[in-house]
Each structure stands twice: as structure tokens, then as C-alpha cells.
């Protein structure tokens, strides 16, 4: 193979790249947010300077993505800690556990994504929307919603929509030596955001403390309220916001 065919590459290995370029589409994406109050020092200690705190409270999400391109199909569960950098609200995403090869691969090589291989999933129970997520044979996380009891009242304003502020993600790629080669806060804005459903209602957390599954080190002080949301969206590239090494 040529040097030019290597750079054409979209991904490693070369006879079966594991993505393709994007950008992504998603379709019929579903969320569960269970958002919550926690410890301000806990939360401090999970986000890199220079991004700041944004209050005390963050959120466990359940995401069921059954038609995502270049990706196909999977569930994921992520921590995400409001916060600012340079005073722009922004979400930082913590930890994220997938349960498919290629978004874990190109979600920690392109976007810094913290992603690790773990079984999540979001699924409607007769009355009740579940999230859960098993790592390591022990259940770390599980969410619960009321179903659709509350249609969202912000639905005709995406903007208000969590969709809408930018991702932050620590993304740190060693070099062959072992040092940092990238190391980079990395911002993250969907684009195209259809909005197809969007419902609040009550629901409940529990995390359970785990060496390598490090959700309830945020520990869950009082549940204030679920969001569900049903929405297609472009995942595009990202961009550069700081750069540790510059």
C-alpha cells in the first residue's frame, strides 16, 4: 500500500477500518437525564482546569442509539458536569461506558470521548424508564423516570434543551514513549438537532461505588427531577479549546 493510500485511511486496521469519516448522523436517539445535587468539592476534583464549576448539580444519562452511521447500533451511559470555560456554559463529559467496539474506538481517537466498554442500557418497563449500567459484573448505576407523564415544557426552544450546549472532553493520547503526545480539552456542538419528543417527570438514582466504574464518587445528595429525550442529530468534529502542551 501507498503512503497516499495510508493517509486515506479513515481508521485502523487497514483491511477493515473500525469507522468511517464523518461527520455522523444519529437517528431516533433516546435519552434518559437523571439529574442531581452533589458534593462542590467532589466536583471540583473531577474537572480539569481551566474549566470551572457551574453549581452543584450533574447528571447521569442513558442513551439508547439504534442508528448511528459509521457506528450502528449501541447504548451508552455517561457522567456530565455542568460547568464554564471563559464564562460559556458547557458540559463536561466525565465517564461514558458503550457496549460496541467501533463508537468506543472512534469516540476516544477523534473526540477524546472517556469512553470504556461497559453494558448500558435504556429500556421501558411497563410504566417505567430504566437505565442501567453493569460493569465488571456488578450493577454501578440505575436510573428510573415516570414515562412520558410530562411533556417538556421548553420542546418548541432547543436551545434550552441540554442539546445545545457544547461538550467538553479531556482527551489525552499517549505517544509510543508512554508521555502525553495530545493532551487537550476538546468542544463538541451537535448540529441538525431534531427534537422529536421531550418529557420531565420524577425519578430516582442509585449509584454503587466501584473501583474502576467511578460513577458515585459524585455522590448522589438529592435527585432533582428526569428528563427523556427522543431526537435525531449530526455528531460533527470537533474543536480545539485548550491545549495542555502548548
Known amino acids: 500500500m501507498r503512503k497516499e493510500?495510508?493517509?486515506q485511511l479513515p481508521s485502523m486496521p487497514l483491511q477493515s477500518p473500525t469507522y468511517p469519516r464523518g461527520p455522523f448522523r444519529f437517528f431516533n436517539r433516546k435519552y434518559l437525564i437523571v439529574n442531581y445535587l452533589t458534593d462542590p468539592k467532589a466536583i471540583r476534583e473531577a474537572l480539569p482546569e481551566p474549566l470551572e464549576p457551574d453549581g452543584n448539580q450533574v447528571s447521569v444519562q442513558w442513551l439508547d442509539l439504534p442508528d448511528g452511521e459509521g457506528f450502528g447500533a449501541y447504548s451508552a451511559a455517561a457522567q456530565v458536569i455542568p460547568c464554564t470555560l471563559k464564562g460559556e456554559p458547557c458540559n463536561f463529559i466525565s465517564q461514558m461506558y458503550v457496549n460496541n467496539t467501533s463508537p468506543l474506538a472512534g469516540g476516544r481517537e477523534i473526540w477524546g470521548y472517556p469512553m470504556k466498554f461497559g453494558h448500558a442500557s435504556?429500556?421501558?418497563h411497563g410504566d417505567t424508564l430504566?437505565?442501567?449500567l453493569e460493569y465488571a459484573s456488578q450493577i454501578t448505576a440505575q436510573g428510573t423516570m415516570?414515562?412520558?407523564h410530562q411533556v417538556h415544557p421548553e420542546i418548541a426552544h432547543r436551545e434550552n434543551l441540554l442539546l445545545a450546549r457544547k461538550q467538553v472532553t479531556l482527551k489525552i493520547i499517549p505517544g509510543i514513549d508512554g508521555?502525553?503526545?495530545i493532551a487537550q480539552l476538546i468542544?463538541?456542538?451537535f448540529e441538525n438537532v431534531?427534537?422529536?419528543?421531550?418529557?420531565i417527570g420524577n425519578a430516582r438514582l442509585d449509584l454503587t461505588p466501584s473501583v474502576n466504574c467511578t460513577l458515585a464518587d459524585l455522590p448522589v445528595h438529592q435527585v432533582t427531577g428526569g428528563v427523556h429525550l427522543v431526537t435525531s442529530?449530526?455528531?460533527p468534529y470537533g474543536h480545539l479549546l485548550h491545549d495542555y502542551l502548548a
Open 194 to 199: 431534531t427534537v422529536e419528543g421531550a418529557w
Open 233 to 235: 442529530m449530526t455528531l
Open 122 to 124: 435504556l429500556i421501558t
Open 5 to 7: 493510500d495510508v493517509l
Open 146 to 148: 415516570t414515562y412520558k
Open 187 to 189: 468542544g463538541i456542538t
Open 130 to 132: 430504566t437505565g442501567s
Open 179 to 181: 508521555t502525553p503526545e
